[in-house]
């Protein structure tokens, strides 16, 4: 499970930086431009909600304090998501693009021109402080993403030496019982003996007891007959 979780991390770790990176680019570009790489975004989007989904269907299976740890990761991993489908929204919404800006700056006169251009220049600059933003929140999100990986792979080696820690005394315990019942066998197999020999010895008793009474009948037989 520790694996399989660690393997989840880093690839939605990985998914989103390139959604974040997608985003960065349809920022940059012109509406042409902008649609396959948004097509390319919506597929990196779903495919982040599945790792989520395989991510809720693994802590399914943990430990209680493990799985309420996990979860509260994933929700956050949620929030990331959302944020980041958000950001995409609004840089689809966005009224103006670069190079939209770029032709009214060309085409546009006197102050107005100048105007344009301005605000173009400001936009996208905030624009690129934005994208900075994102990149900076998507880091930190990896490397968070990151030193969850290492708690889950720890509380997995954790698990894991427990679990041969018990293996080891199952182990014991079946020799135990395997010794156990070799001795109870060897026990069985000397009482049987003793049993046999107790009933040879009393059959060897009755014998003599009835030949000495056999004897005693005779003697006396025979002094009543001399008389």
Known sequence: MATLMTEFQQQFATVTADITH??????????????PLILEV???????????????????????????RLRAHIRGYQVEL???????????????TPGSSAREELLGGGGGGISAG?????????????????????STRLV??????LETE????????DLHSQRQTLSHARQRLRDTDSDLDQSSRVLGSMLRRTLQNR????????????????????????H
Request: glycine share 4%; hydrophobic share 40%; with cysteine.
């Open 118 to 138: 301005l605000s173009a220049g400001e936009e996208q600059r905030q624009a690129l402080l934005d994208n900075t933003e994102t990149l900076e929140r998507t």
């Open 203 to 226: 059959f060897v008793l009755y014998v003599a007891v009835g030949a000495v009474v056999v004897v005693i009948l005779i003697a006396i037989y025979v002094e009543v007959t001399r």
């Open 144 to 149: 968070q993403g990151h030193k969850v990986a």
């Open 154 to 161: 720890h509380i997995g080696a954790q698990i894991l030496n």
């Open 22 to 35: 997608k985003i960065c680019q349809i920022a940059t570009r012109e509406e042409p431009e902008q649609r």
């Open 82 to 96: 959302r944020r980041l489908e958000a950001e995409c929204s609004r840089v689809r919404a966005s009224p103006t």
């Open 42 to 68: 919506e597929k990196l989007v779903d495919e982040a909600k599945e790792l989520l989904e395989r991510m809720e269907l693994e802590v399914r299976d943990a430990e209680p304090a493990v799985r309420e």
